[in-house]
């Protein structure tokens, strides 16, 4: 299993980001899907989900209205879209999925100046 993130860096407050997740060596198509996110001195949170085909989705309170989760399936690509960016939002992002464990990807910084 290996999950790949990308699409992180700097942003101004109110700027937008798309976090992107190559996903290999699982059954995508048929994995709900997962966004963490870990500030600096705090656990790592669960930000967004969305089921295997992206027919539901779930959003942290912080983050609702914000960021959209989708995916395509085609290209076993898990998307975060990130949009009005705070700077509370400034955090590693992490792409996950739970098989048999929890695997995650390295991980993409997020920072986002006031």
């Known amino acids: 299993v290996q999950l790949v993130e990308s699409g992180g860096g700097l942003v101004q407050s109110v700027g937008s980001l798309r976090l992107s997740c190559v996903a290999s060596?699982?059954?995508?198509?048929?994995?709900?899907m997962r966004w963490y996110g870990q500030a600096p001195g705090k656990e790592r949170e669960r930000v967004a989900a969305?089921?295997?085909?992206?027919?539901?989705?779930y959003y942290h309170d912080s983050v609702e209205g914000r960021f959209t989760v989708s995916r395509d399936n085609l290209k076993n690509t898990l998307y975060l879209q990130m949009d009005n960016l705070k700077p509370e939002d400034t955090a590693v992002y992490y792409c996950?999925?739970?098989?048999?464990?929890?695997?995650w990807g390295q991980g993409t910084q997020v920072t986002v100046s006031s």
């Open positions: 996950n999925v739970n098989l048999e464990r929890n695997y």
């Open positions: 969305i089921t295997s085909v992206g027919d539901d989705a």
């Open positions: 060596g699982f059954a995508f198509s048929r994995s709900a």
